[in-house]
């Protein structure tokens, strides 16, 4: 059972666009939220996060939304840049129960960002 | 800079061999983690521990085992490779009460 999940596995944006990635969980219980980008032959690498006491979180180009009644949140990119593509990923993770250090990852969004 | 280091990029296996994945982080990080990467189901959590000689069972255990002898290295076992076990294995630790992990760069595990 999947408890967070990203529908779109790829997305395609020109360059100097928005590119927005969309992400939607199950779990009601979760409170913490963090997108993490994968290039090929690298490990993930943190990009930003955000609290369920926030609805917006934002870090230079990227700025991630959560509406929680939806149970979405959405990571956007303003402007994309060529570097950007990557395959993105967001996690959740329950800060209430014991163990609040693990995290359950979605299935990943791919974005290639063209000239 | 943190590293976390993985023993093997790539690697070759025949099925009902033992195999070990070996991670080690230079952080001095308490939490360690083992995820599989397979397309269309994202990473999965295999095992994590918090702390030396401590596990803890993630969402799809069956068919591996762990060990963490000492803090700074985390190790995956098959004990009996299987052909579904074919995946990219990401460690990853982190600091406890701190979600953002720190991931290796993986090792993509064949097995024939």
């Known amino acids: 059972d999947q408890q967070v999940k990203q529908n779109s596995p790829s997305l395609s944006v020109q360059e100097g666009r928005i590119s927005i990635l969309n992400c939607d969980y199950t779990?009601?219980?979760?409170?913490?939220f963090l997108w993490y980008k994968k290039y090929p032959a690298e490990g993930p690498t943190f990009l930003i996060s955000?609290?369920?006491?926030?609805d917006k979180n934002e870090d230079g180009r990227f700025t991630v939304f959560l509406n929680k009644s939806a149970k979405h949140l959405s990571l956007h990119i303003v402007p994309s840049q060529p570097g950007d593509s990557a395959v993105y990923f967001c996690a959740a993770s329950d800060r209430r129960s014991y163990n609040t250090d693990k995290l359950i990852f979605g299935t990943g969004t791919r974005l290639q960002v063209f000239p | 800079d943190v590293k976390v280091t993985q023993s093997s990029r790539y690697l070759v296996k025949r099925t009902g061999e033992k195999v070990f994945l070996e991670c080690v982080q230079d952080?001095?990080?308490?939490?360690m983690f083992w995820y599989r990467q397979d397309p269309g189901l994202g990473l999965r959590l295999i095992y994590f521990?918090?702390?030396?000689?401590?596990?803890e069972k993630g969402d799809i255990p069956e068919g591996y085992s762990v060990s963490r002898e000492k803090k700074e290295r985390f190790s995956l076992i098959l004990e009996s490779a299987s052909t579904n076990q074919t995946s990219m294995y990401l460690c990853?630790?982190?600091?406890?009460?701190?979600?953002?992990?720190?991931f290796g760069s993986g090792t993509q595990l064949s097995v024939l």
């Open positions: 955000i609290s369920s006491i926030k």
């Open positions: 990853a630790s982190s600091l406890p009460g701190r979600e953002k992990l720190f």
């Open positions: 952080m001095d990080h308490e939490n």
């Open positions: 779990n009601s219980m979760f409170d913490y």
């Open positions: 521990s918090y702390d030396v000689k401590m596990k």
